[in-house]
């Protein structure tokens, strides 16, 4: 039997807005020839970087501290690096880029100039000629990592061939920025309400992962981003969420019956959810 593979640490943040018919998402869609998912609509997010960790980019996070976010999270250490690279990734993956400019107000990206100087930043970033904290650090930019609101946590079953350890962050979306997705590992973007994107899944029209559905499922119950955002501000004692597979190829969750039976005959193969 083959080693079981560590996941990696990561972060996804879910951004949100109000629509007339309640709130919407931003989902993404992975590249066709991505090696994880791919073409799966997902939330922007990814595997930490050295750099999140980085205590220049910590001195530059408003509104929580690295002790706070490390209990958060119910770990020694290291909290607030999933903060960072939920922001990061947000910017990197939809060109929405979750920070305070100097006067303290979330940036707006909706004059031409400004926007396509933040497009360059964005590409160079991509490109790894310039790192996140460079670019923060030129504009005289804040991480608002006060806005966003951890809110659940799951963990690639264990039978992957690669696995991550991911934390899921909601926020609500500036409203004077507009997302653009990178057309490397996303291929196109879309605001979309929860049930519609749930209805497109039924209907195999819509490709998404497990975690993404509940994700989508709980979100669909509320009927505003400010109630919506409350109830995940007041989640207390979050768990981990590891789906098993069964032998015939069924994802459970914990709570599911048959979940302790599947521990110890976990299906080998790629998570494909």
């Known amino acids: 039997m083959s080693a079981e593979i560590v996941p990696l640490p990561a972060a996804t943040v879910t951004l949100v807005r109000d629509s007339m018919q309640g709130p ?13 998912v ?17 205590p220049e980019l910590r001195a530059i996070c408003a509104g929580i501290t690295e002790e706070a976010a490390s209990r ?16 990061r990734e947000s910017f990197e993956e939809a060109g929405v880029l979750v ?18 100087k933040f497009r360059q930043h964005r590409h160079v970033l991509n490109a790894g000629e310039r790192g996140f904290i460079d670019i923060m650090r030129e504009e005289g930019l804040t991480l608002a990592t006060d806005q966003l609101v951890y809110f659940s946590h799951w963990i ?12 899921f962050f909601i926020a609500a979306a500036p409203v004077a920025q ?17 049930a519609d994107a749930l209805d497109r899944h039924r209907e195999d029209r819509f490709s998404m992962r497990l975690p ?36 015939g190829g069924q994802y459970l969750v914990p709570g599911d019956a048959g979940y302790e039976e599947t521990g110890a005959t976990e299906k080998q193969g790629q998570w494909k959810i």
Do not use: C
Not at 39 to 45: C, I, L, M
Not at 180 to 193: K, P
Not at 212 to 218: A, I, P, S
């Open 156 to 167: 690639t079953p264990v039978s992957a061939p690669r696995r991550y350890d991911t934390r």
């Open 178 to 194: 507009e997302p653009l997705h990178d057309n490397q590992e996303t291929i196109s973007h879309l605001w979309v309400r929860p």
């Open 38 to 54: 791919p073409g799966a609509h997902v939330f922007p997010g990814g595997a930490l970087d050295e750099e999140d960790d980085a």
């Open 212 to 247: 993404t559905v509940r994700t989508l499922e709980e979100f669909a119950a509320y009927d505003s981003v400010a109630t919506l955002m409350h109830a995940m501000r007041n989640k207390r004692d979050i768990d981990a969420n590891l789906p098993r597979i069964t032998r």
């Open 24 to 36: 919407e998402v931003l989902m993404m869609q992975r590249n066709l020839k991505s090696g994880f």
């Open 72 to 87: 958060a999270l119910g770990i020694a250490g290291g909290g607030l690096a999933y903060w960072a690279a939920a922001i």
């Open 99 to 116: 920070a305070y400019d100097r006067t303290q107000r979330v940036i707006a990206l909706d004059q031409p100039a400004l926007a396509e």
